[in-house]
């Protein structure tokens, strides 16, 4: 019976060391082999300098091995300590949230061991990101779907994902909404009580437009502006939102990249949340040209946006004349207190460029403008490379971001509160899909090595067929809740319908 | 039971045989993976359950016979269920027609290939819901919990069939109980429960809380037999409650009285039923275009041609499978004449709103010409509104590995694992990923490879010819963009382009000219009226020649009345280019496109 006992308490022993060592305790074998090469991981994170509140950066370990030790460790505070059979790793939150808090504008140092076939271990070498002292906001919303030529039914919805946990909570998906499409979304300043995102055929089109704790849905279209608006910009004060009215055609290329697109018309208006009417100015819509794209500058007295000459939409495939369509970057004064634009003027010329520009994005302190360059259009995630590019304002000077770009598109970026991070659109992965990428930006406007939205399930985009589009930064979560929207969305009779006013 | 077991058997090889539970899904190819992100969602929604096993099943009705089974195994246990529900609320009343009839109306409803199968899932759930209900005893209490508990229960797994169960517990109440105040309550509950939930629990329209899940469609056959089939349970209660008390006499009860007199009448009246539900419901010009459909898919192409044959379709889409099926058995300018070209260009090349409603069938075409990034975006096109399906997985795997996005492909299979019945080939597909000497001797990957394009053009949907042009400039080796090319000129009845069609079809080494060319040359060059016949003349086989006078001959009987000849010309010459460019209505134009061009061959 003792003999029993003992034997009973040797194996609770054991199976405590076991289940210690599977919790976080374990460590590597001494007789580990050096590799001399960090280990092969996905998604790439090794490198990146990350916020101090972003979720743990789960990732796959892929090398071939029964059983994978990964050790994370800081400076100061306990290592974390993971033992798997799989290579997939999962990185336990609370630990890992005291470790970069007590580790600002420090490092944060991963170690990989695995042991192979026959039970060799292999150490590999660590790899490290830098933490940043600056934090980032805490939500990010986006809207998720499959790839998009130009039918949809199904999986399209917007999301806030709480990108300091891996909560993911779906604000307006379209099976609710008779399978309608959702497209631009768009904060005041980063924050949640002041935003809006563009419908189409739920059955109503225009904006579901938050104001305080008050949602509407508003028709956008007035006799100035048949089409309704996209491609939104607040202005800081949060009473105008400039947008596009467009009419946009698609084709497509037989080789590379298969979707292109091009705006035939488009303008800019304005519409003042608090008389809910629309406007323009010959500034933004001169017949001649194209407008699209406008981004306020944060002292809300500038309206950038891009602008191309007009031209002949029948001869427009005729020796590729599509790709001679080229944007420049302008920009036109603006007076809040009475509405008028003035003194429009060329930032940047597409031909000074060598390219296209779209996408503009002014930091939060006013300083850089971050936009996307491609060889022509204004639709660069159609594009085999659509680039990032940093202006300086103070300076005119162009700044390329090589360490953001990559070989293939990017785009669709925004600017965190503090204006010390920015979020993007890359299809890098493969060339179809968007994910998100965040990249820091130091005071001299460098951008770090950019790092994916981290998963919970690290292997996630492995599988996931779906594209994260217009990632926006939010400072906090959205108080509506999904079925608040749905019926909203949905309450044609409660909507709006704005007024044309050719002057404020 | 003799009866039962015959019904279900002749009802099992009718749906197996005449409807084919295949064509649902091809039709509806639903989505099932075995993913946790799906199921959850599919937990979390009223009538989710029902839906996800419907798609679970729906998967295995790719197999026919099993699908057929399936069918049959619901409709039986629907109709054991209506037999236990009219004897629990007849008091006993065994019924003898009314618990068959159901299962007619599953029939009915199973003969539109796109109903879902989680209807019948949802009738299933709530009929077991009644029955619970009304055997729960007499306590009051107890019945108002029963209510409560199966009433959610049958919201969250069938939907709107609530108001079913709602509807016979409050009759059962005040028929049954002679509760008429908590039949009152639980009426008025049963309508609250989809607002309530729609307000507290789901995110859901109002139209769509009192909808999900019920079959309420204009596309049924008869349109009326959803709402059968969805009033049917109610109505028991207004039939067995009666005949339970003895209230109803039934005319001839009497004669009834005798069993064999019942069992014949039951029969008769049993087999005329069913046969009005087949006949009223079943769609064969559906059923034909799906038939079609599901034989392309697998590439049956003879199976096509046999369909094509026997059927004479009208449909659009029957004509470019079947012209897509006589390219593929080598055939395409031989025969094509010899099946409907009523639709003429339209019917060999995809129009747009096809394009549009069937982007997978768009997909699978432009892959077949060598359009490889035309046929990514419409497979793109196919996720985006149809979802995550095993066929959609598998195309949009296939093309990006074709194009030697590993990625992309990836992902693909990734997710094509989680599928039910495409894990192996995922696991295949995945080696040819990783070995591309092996992918390389993929026949399907390399003739995919081989057509990719060289040079960026645009491409149109409808793939006007010079598309196809350009596809011939860029691979003269690609046989069907040729061999499609010289079939639109010929349904086009445009013969000028064909001496330039002779020289490039020395690429394929073919041992003879293909008969509807030589048809077409010798139209061409008779209503030219030239004198003497180039060389390439020759190439032509005399009995050619023999049948183009012979064709002259008939009309020259019937006076030169090309109308008059019509029926005997159809009859003999019917499967000739000469037929269709006689009574084609084209004709005109080319005769003076002929007279512009003269000279054009010399």
């Given at each position: 019976m003792n003999r029993y006992t003992k034997a009973a308490k040797s194996f609770a022993v054991a199976l405590l060391v076991a289940?210690?060592?599977?919790?976080?305790?374990?460590?590597?074998?001494?007789?580990?082999?050096?590799?001399?090469?960090?280990?092969?991981?996905?998604?790439?994170?090794?490198?990146?300098v990350i916020p101090?509140?972003?979720?743990?950066?789960?990732?796959?370990?892929?090398?071939?091995?029964?059983?994978?030790?990964v050790e994370v460790s800081c400076a100061q505070g306990s290592p974390i300590r993971i033992v798997s059979r799989k290579p997939s790793i999962r990185i336990p939150l609370a630990p890992w949230r005291e470790l970069l808090a007590r580790n600002r504008g420090g490092a944060v140092?991963?170690?990989?061991?695995?042991?192979?076939?026959?039970?060799?271990?292999?150490?590999?070498?660590?790899?490290?990101?830098?933490?940043?002292?600056?934090?980032?906001d805490g939500w990010l919303v986006y809207r998720r779907m499959p790839p998009l030529y130009r039918f949809w039914k199904k999986g399209m919805g917007i999301f806030e994902r709480n990108i300091q946990t891996f909560e993911e909570t779906r604000l307006l998906e379209n099976e609710s909404l008779n399978d309608g499409c959702f497209n631009c979304h768009a904060f005041c300043r980063n924050r949640p009580d002041r935003w809006m995102v563009h419908l189409r055929r739920v059955p109503a089109t225009g904006m579901l437009l938050t104001v305080g704790g008050q949602t509407t849905l508003v028709n956008t279209q007035t006799e100035f502006n048949r089409a309704p608006a996209g491609h939104p910009a607040w202005h800081p004060g949060g009473n105008f939102l400039a947008f596009s009215t467009y009419k946009v055609r698609q084709f497509f290329h037989a080789t590379g990249v298969n979707r292109d697109a091009y705006d035939m018309v488009s303008d800019l208006i304005l519409y003042r949340v608090d008389a809910n009417a629309v406007t323009s100015s010959p500034a933004l819509a001169d017949p001649k040209r194209m407008e699209t794209y406008p981004a306020w500058s944060p002292d809300g007295k500038w309206l950038y946006f891009c602008s191309a000459p007009g031209f002949d939409t029948s001869t427009v495939f005729l020796d590729e004349n599509y790709r001679n369509i080229r944007y420049d970057l302008v920009r036109v004064g603006f007076d809040p207190e009475t509405a008028r634009f003035s003194g429009l003027e060329t930032v940047l010329s597409a031909s000074d460029l060598g390219g296209s520009v779209a996408h503009p994005r002014v930091s939060p302190d006013g300083r850089w403008l971050l936009f996307c360059r491609s060889g022509y259009g204004n639709f660069p995630l159609f594009r085999s490379a659509g680039d990032l590019v940093m202006l300086d304002l103070e300076s005119s000077r162009v700044r390329w971001l090589d360490a953001v770009n990559s070989s293939r598109s990017e785009g669709y970026h925004t600017w965190s509160s503090n204006g010390r991070w920015f979020v993007f659109s890359s299809t890098r992965e493969d060339g179809i899909h968007t994910r998100p990428y965040f990249s820091h930006v130091d005071p001299d406007g460098n951008a770090s090595k950019p790092f994916v939205l981290p998963q919970e399930d690290p292997s996630r985009y492995e599988h996931e067929l779906e594209t994260y589009n217009i990632p926006e930064l939010v400072s906090a979560p959205i108080p509506q809740g999904s079925r608040l929207l749905t019926e909203s969305a949905l309450r044609q009779d409660k909507g709006i319908k704005a007024k044309y006013s050719p002057s404020m | 039971m003799m009866r039962e077991a015959a019904f279900f058997i002749l009802y099992f090889l009718y749906v197996w045989l005449r409807i084919n539970p295949g064509l649902h899904n091809q039709r509806q190819d639903p989505v099932f993976l075995l993913d946790s992100g799906f199921l959850r969602d599919c937990l979390l929604r009223p009538s989710g359950p029902a839906e996800c096993v419907s798609a679970l099943f729906t998967q295995l009705f790719s197999l026919p016979v099993v699908g057929a089974l399936l069918v049959t195994a619901a409709a039986w246990l629907l109709t054991r269920m209506t037999c236990s529900l009219i004897q629990a609320i007849g008091k006993g009343h065994k019924p003898k027609v009314a618990h068959f009839l159901p299962a007619l109306l599953v029939l009915m409803l199973q003969s539109l290939y796109t109903h879902s199968f989680s209807v019948t899932l949802g009738a299933l759930t709530v009929v077991g819901c009644i029955l619970l209900q009304v055997q729960t005893g007499s306590s009051v209490l107890l019945r108002i919990a029963c209510f409560l508990a199966l009433g959610a229960f049958s919201y969250w797994a069938a939907g709107a069939?609530?108001?079913?169960?709602?509807?016979?517990?409050?009759?059962?109440?005040?028929?049954?109980?002679?509760?008429?105040?908590?039949?009152?309550?639980?009426?008025?509950?049963?309508?609250?429960?989809?607002f309530i939930a729609k307000q507290a629990v789901f995110v859901l329209g109002a139209r769509n809380a009192y909808l999900i899940g019920l079959p309420f469609s204009e596309t049924?056959?008869?349109?009326?037999?959803?709402?059968?089939?969805?009033?049917?349970?109610?109505v028991l209660w207004l039939y067995a409650g009666p005949v339970a008390i003895g209230r109803l006499r039934l005319p001839g009860a009497k004669i009834l009285k005798h069993d064999w007199v019942h069992f014949a009448l039951g029969t008769l009246v049993l087999a005329g039923l069913g046969w009005c539900a087949a006949s009223v419901s079943f769609n064969p010009r559906m059923h034909r275009l799906l038939q079609v459909d599901y034989d392309a898919r697998r590439e049956r192409w003879d199976a096509i041609l046999r369909v094509a044959a026997r059927d004479r379709s009208d449909l659009i889409q029957v004509a470019h499978q079947t012209n897509r099926a006589l390219f593929h058995t080598g055939r395409l300018l031989d025969d094509m004449f010899a099946y409907p070209q009523i639709h003429g260009t339209a019917g060999l090349l995809l129009p747009r709103e096809y394009g549009f409603s069937a982007p997978l069938q768009e997909s699978d075409f432009c892959l077949d010409l060598g359009s490889i990034n035309e046929s990514r975006h419409w497979a793109y096109e196919a996720l985006s509104t149809a979802g995550r399906t095993p066929w959609i997985l598998k195309r949009c795997a296939f093309v990006n590995l074709a194009m030697g996005d590993l990625r992309a492909a990836e992902r693909c299979l990734n997710m094509l694992d989680r599928t039910v019945f495409f894990h192996a080939w995922a696991v295949r597909t995945r080696r040819l990923a990783a070995d591309s000497a092996l992918a390389a001797k993929d026949p399907a990957v390399a003739r995919a490879r081989a057509l990719l394009p060289s040079k960026d053009y645009l491409s149109f949907v409808g793939h006007p010819p010079s598309e196809l042009d350009t596809l011939i400039h860029q691979h003269p080796e690609n046989r069907m963009a040729f061999e499609y090319r010289v079939a639109l000129d010929l349904l086009d009845c445009r013969l000028t382009d064909l001496p330039y069609h002779l020289l490039r079809m020395k690429t394929f080494q073919v041992a003879a000219i293909p008969r509807h060319l030589e048809e077409a040359m010798i139209a061409y060059w008779a209503m030219l009226k030239i004198r003497e016949l180039p060389a390439v003349a020759r190439l032509v086989r005399p009995e050619r020649y023999q049948r183009f006078r012979e064709i002259n001959r008939v009309l020259t009987d019937y006076g030169g009345d090309k109308q008059a000849a019509r029926a005997e010309m159809e009859r003999r010459f019917g499967d000739t280019f000469w037929y269709y460019l006689a009574y084609n209505p084209t004709i005109e134009r080319l005769r003076s496109q002929a007279l512009q061009e003269r000279g054009g061959l010399e």
């Open positions: 289940l210690a060592a599977g919790c976080g305790t374990g460590g590597d074998p001494k007789e580990a082999e050096p590799v001399r090469r960090p280990p092969r991981i996905e998604p790439d994170y090794a490198g990146a101090p509140n972003i979720a743990p950066l789960n990732f796959m370990v892929l090398e071939k091995a029964g059983e994978y030790r140092r991963v170690s990989v061991s695995a042991s192979d076939e026959t039970g060799r271990w292999l150490r590999f070498d660590p790899f490290e990101n830098r933490i940043s002292a600056d934090s980032i | 069939w609530l108001l079913v169960f709602g509807l016979a517990a409050s009759l059962n109440e005040a028929l049954a109980h002679r509760h008429r105040i908590l039949g009152l309550v639980f009426l008025s509950v049963t309508a609250l429960l989809p049924y056959h008869p349109r009326i037999a959803p709402f059968l089939f969805v009033g049917f349970f109610p």
